[in-house]
């Protein structure tokens, strides 16, 4: 299985933080499996931001509702993070991984977002 | 949800033995045997090296062990190794309210 994060590096405060996972050598519409997004700011420590099911339900971190959406699109085998309203302490880089067996055994190479003017 | 207490770091010498620990509740680490570390070398992402508390994925050698006692979790490395020194974490899925898992602090372990 191979996790692949894709979007901008950069992105301005107060907009909309967009992020997409392409998964090969797996299908998310595979029967019970989650996928999800982890990210860590530079120099700290790892933060779940939150699942999303096969069937399309979500979990996200309460730190983050209200900001954040996680979605599947089935057709390219992708999964994505949306994260508005961003300010400076969103930057951070960003993983995809899946969990499985309520751990996280695949985890794409991560991305750096950084949230500045 | 606070997240799990982990040391800053911890060192020792090649061929020494370093335990981490990992401490929660009984909403997380003590109310599940579903605890799992992660070894993260500089610049690249976390690798899984135990899940549910104690077992080891295919390809971690066995000088990584996980335990857990009450809500305090551990992980062991024997036979300690110079490619051992990275960041590590612990993670543990939890109910408590809408979260779904809690991550640790992190503990640089740095061989000497």
Request: aromatic share 10%; with cysteine; hydrophobic share 25%.
């Amino acid at each position: 299985l191979q996790l692949q994060e894709s979007g901008p590096g950069l992105v301005k405060p107060s907009e909309t933080l967009s992020l997409i996972c392409s998964v090969s050598g797996g299908s998310i519409s595979t029967t019970n499996s989650y996928w999800g997004w982890i990210r860590q700011p530079p120099g700290k420590g790892l933060e779940w931001i939150g699942n999303i099911y096969y069937t399309g339900s979500t979990d996200y971190n309460p730190s983050l509702k209200g900001r954040v959406t996680i979605s599947g699109d089935t057709s390219k085998n992708q999964f994505s993070l949306k994260l508005t309203s961003v300010t400076a302490a969103d930057t951070a880089i960003y993983y995809c991984a899946r969990p499985r067996d309520y751990c996280f055994d695949d985890w794409g190479q991560g991305t750096l977002v950084t949230v500045s003017s | 949800q606070s997240a799990l207490t982990q040391p800053p770091s911890v060192s020792g010498s090649p061929g020494q033995s370093v335990t981490i620990s990992c401490t929660g509740t009984s909403s997380d680490v003590g109310g599940y045997d579903r605890v799992s570390w992660y070894q993260q070398p500089p610049g690249t992402a976390p690798k899984l090296l135990i899940y549910y508390v104690s077992n080891r994925p295919s390809g971690v050698p066995d000088r990584f062990s996980g335990s857990k006692s009450g809500n305090t979790a551990s992980l062991t490395i024997s036979g300690l190794q110079a490619e051992d020194e990275a960041d590590y974490y612990c993670i543990s899925y939890t109910r408590s309210s809408t979260f779904v898992y809690v991550f640790g602090t992190g503990t640089k372990v740095t061989v000497l």
